[in-house]
């Protein structure tokens, strides 16, 4: 066993099983990004093209919401609304083209719980989801934790927390999710590209040098706080959270 990760501790207090969203759209990229968005938040999603398969899917996957189109091949958004609200009462958000009022008054009192037009930003269709479940579940969001804990080090994105030899040290959320990410996988590197995807998001499209400035200043805090872990640079490639490994350290 890699002693490396017996320096790693992770709290993870996980639900029985994450929740399950069922994206149905006819337009691919439109589910790719969603599913993008949605996985990094820890849900787990399944995409369909059209409303017959929506309406297999369903029963098949057993969602605990569906992002549902109106505009579908096979059979349109509305009729699958009305064909799940006879046997369920899983949450739905309605994705549509058309702004009008009437159309959203239609949804809503077909057993829509929300609706959304087209263009939108991805990150209103996850906290629209989020907003739903905590509303369903109020404490489902509080049986998460994720700490990770070395030598004179603890990061808690939880709380959004960072302390060096126990002391807080104050952090923006970027600075903290990028240590976190990084610590996450120890001794793996990441090109700058990787994690402007993973952190900035999908469609940030920023300068990588981004990157360089955060961990700049990530390792001002850093310095000094011990010898077995380090921000380090890979010439050309990216950056890595470095860890030491213990029985190499004893073999010299």
């Known amino acids: 066993m890699n002693s490396a990760k017996t320096k790693l501790v992770v709290i993870y207090i996980e639900e029985e099983k994450k929740n399950k969203i069922l994206i149905v759209d006819d337009e691919k990229n439109?589910?790719?990004?969603?599913?993008?968005?949605?996985?990094?938040?820890?849900y787990d999603t399944k995409?369909?093209?059209?409303?017959?398969?929506a309406i297999e899917d369903f029963t098949e996957y057993e969602p605990d919401l569906i992002i549902l189109d109106l505009m579908l091949p096979l059979m349109d958004g509305w009729k699958i609304c009305k064909e799940i609200r006879k046997k369920s009462s899983c949450p739905i958000i309605m994705l549509t083209a058309k702004g009008e009022t009437i159309d959203k008054?239609?949804?809503?009192?077909?057993?829509?719980?929300?609706?959304?037009?087209?263009?939108?930003?991805?990150?209103?269709?996850?906290?629209?989801v989020k907003a739903i479940f905590r509303r369903i579940n109020p404490e489902s969001e509080l049986k998460?934790?994720?700490?990770?804990?070395?030598e004179n080090l603890s990061i808690n994105l939880t709380t959004y927390e960072l302390k060096i030899r126990g002391k807080k040290i104050d952090t923006p959320p970027k600075e903290m999710e990028?240590?976190?990410?990084?610590?996450?996988?120890?001794?793996k590197v990441f090109t700058r590209d990787v994690l402007l995807n993973k952190i900035w998001g999908y469609e940030y499209f920023g300068d990588s040098?981004?990157?360089?400035?955060?961990?700049?200043?990530?390792?001002?805090?850093?310095?000094?706080?011990?010898?077995?872990?380090?921000?380090?640079?890979?010439?050309?490639?990216?950056?890595?959270?470095?860890?030491?490994?213990?029985?190499?350290?004893?073999?010299?």
């Open 178 to 187: 990028l240590l976190y990410y990084l610590a996450e996988n120890p001794n």
């Open 105 to 128: 008054v239609t949804g809503l009192n077909m057993g829509a719980d929300d609706y959304i037009v087209k263009p939108f930003e991805a990150k209103e269709v996850v906290a629209r």
């Open 30 to 42: 439109i589910c790719e990004l969603l599913k993008i968005y949605l996985e990094r938040e820890g």
């Open 209 to 252: 040098r981004t990157v360089d400035v955060h961990i700049k200043r990530l390792r001002e805090k850093l310095e000094g706080a011990s010898d077995e872990w380090r921000l380090k640079t890979v010439w050309g490639v990216g950056y890595k959270f470095e860890v030491e490994d213990k029985e190499d350290k004893n073999e010299k």
């Open 47 to 53: 995409s369909v093209f059209d409303g017959k398969s």
């Open 144 to 150: 998460i934790v994720k700490e990770l804990n070395f």
